[in-house]
C-alpha cells in the first residue's frame, strides 16, 4: 500500500484527526465516521474520495474513544460529544469555513444524533453512507439462540446496575466474551450491546431498521433543522441488510418523514447507490463513481 500524504491533527488531549492531501486545497471539510472497528484508513474509499471532492474541500477522518475496538464502551452521546471538539477545533483553529460530516455505517447513528443534538458546534450537512439496522444486521450475523441468550444477559446487568444507580443502565458491566460473536470480540458493556441489539426498538443506535414507526421517524429525520441538508446513500448491495428489507421503500419513508417535519432531506441525490456493498469493499467501479458523483454534486449544491 502507497503512503497517504496529509496532516495529523491533534484536536483535543487524546484524539486525533487525519486530514488527506487535497487536489485543490480550501476551507472547506468533509468530515468522515467510520463505523464498528474503523479507524484512520481502515475504510477502503477514503482515499479515492478525497482526490474526488470539488475544488476547495479536503477529506479528513477523526479518531473517537469508539475507533478501532473502542465501540463497546462508548456510546453515541460520547461519540457526539468528541465530535462536537473535532468541529469545534477545525472551525476555530483551522479557519474551516464549512464542515459536513459522512458517516458510514454505524457513524452514521452519529452524524444523525450530531445534526440532532443541542449545544455542539453546527455543520453545514451530513451525509449518511450505508445507514443500515444494527439490530437486523444483528439478527443475521448471529443464531438466534445466542443473540437471545446475549440479550438476556444484557438486561439482567442493566436492571441490577439501575437497582444501584440509575444512571448507569449497565454502562459499566461488560458481558462475559462467550456470548458475542468473533465480530464483536471486544469489551462490550450490557448498555451498548442493548443500544446496538434493541431488543425494545428504543435503543439509542435504533435510528435506522426499517420497522421503526412513524412517529419514531418524526423525532430523527423529521426534526433535522432545515437549514442543516441531508443526503442518504444506501448501499443497493449492503450484505448487512436482511433481503426483506425494500431499500428503495425505506429510504422514501426517511425523505417523507423529514418532508413532514423540519428536516431537509436532498431528494436529487439520495437513493440507493446500485451495486454499492456496505463499505464498497469489492463494489463495482461504476458503483464507487455514482458515489462519489453524488457526494461531490451535494457539496457543490451547498
Known sequence: MAPVQGTLHKYDARHVAFEHAAASPGRHLLLFIGGLTDGLLTTPYTTQLAQRLPAGWSLAQVLLSSS????????????????????????????????????????????????????????????????VSDREALSLLMAPGQLREAIQAAQAISSAENGK????????????????????????????FLSLASPNHDGDDDLFSSDLTDAQLAR??????????LCILYSGSDQFVPDTVDKEALVQRWIAASR????????????????????????PQASLDDFFDRVGWFLQKL
Open 165 to 192: 444507580d440509575k444512571d448507569k443502565d449497565g454502562r459499566k458491566t461488560t458481558l462475559p466474551p462467550h456470548l458475542l460473536p468473533s465480530f464483536m470480540a471486544v469489551p462490550m458493556t450490557a448498555y451498548r
Open 260 to 283: 413532514a417535519g423540519t428536516g431537509a432531506v436532498d431528494e436529487a441525490f439520495s437513493g440507493v447507490v446500485p451495486g454499492a456493498t456496505h463499505t464498497m469493499e469489492g463494489a
Open 220 to 229: 430523527t429525520f423529521g426534526a433535522i433543522p432545515a437549514a442543516t441538508p
Open 68 to 131: 478501532y475496538d473502542g465501540f463497546g464502551c462508548a456510546s453515541v452521546q460520547l461519540d457526539v460529544a468528541e465530535l462536537a471538539a473535532c468541529v469545534r477545533y477545525f472551525q476555530h483553529e483551522q479557519g474551516k469555513q464549512t464542515i459536513v460530516l459522512l458517516g458510514c455505517s454505524t457513524g452514521c447513528q452519529d452524524t444523525l444524533t450530531y445534526l440532532l443534538a443541542p449545544g455542539v458546534p453546527r455543520v453545514r450537512a451530513g451525509i449518511l453512507q450505508a445507514p
